[in-house]
Nanobody, 115 residues
Framework: QVQLVESGGGLVQPGGSLRLSCAAS????????MGWYRQAPGKQRELVAR???????NLVDSVKGRFTISRDNAKNTVYLQMNSLKPEDTAVYYC?????????WGQGTQVTVSS
């Protein structure tokens, strides 16, 4: 079955950086629409960044200029580089893949931005 495994979360001070990874199996990141979502306590899950099979990217306004989504087709992995982190970026971050008219999700990785 399709598996998406996130890693790279943790505790970081405001202004710091983290890089999240999403390693995919049984699905190709190069032919799928891949995304990063996040969910903070008491809030709905929101789309943070997305990369299409054609390589186009889009980011939610609140992270533009700070976050970058990319993929490594050879490693079948998608990344979310997060710079200049703010406390409001604190959330569980989930990897998402869309293909075959279906959605697939990873288990999530916690990102906490705090001094």
């Amino acid at each position: 079955q399709v598996q998406l495994v996130e890693s790279g979360g943790g505790l970081v001070q405001p202004g710091g950086s983290l890089r999240l990874s999403c390693a995919a199996s049984r699905i190709s990141v190069s032919t799928s629409a891949m995304g990063w979502y996040r969910q903070a306590p008491g809030k709905q899950r929101e789309l943070v960044a997305r990369i299409t099979s054609g390589g186009s990217t889009n980011l939610v306004d609140s992270v533009k200029g700070r976050f970058t989504i990319s993929r490594d087709n050879a490693k079948n992995t998608v990344y979310l580089q997060m710079n200049s982190l703010k406390p409001e970026d604190t959330a569980v971050y989930y990897c998402n893949a869309q293909n075959w008219a279906r959605d697939f999700w990873g288990q999530g990785t916690q990102v906490t931005v705090s001094s």
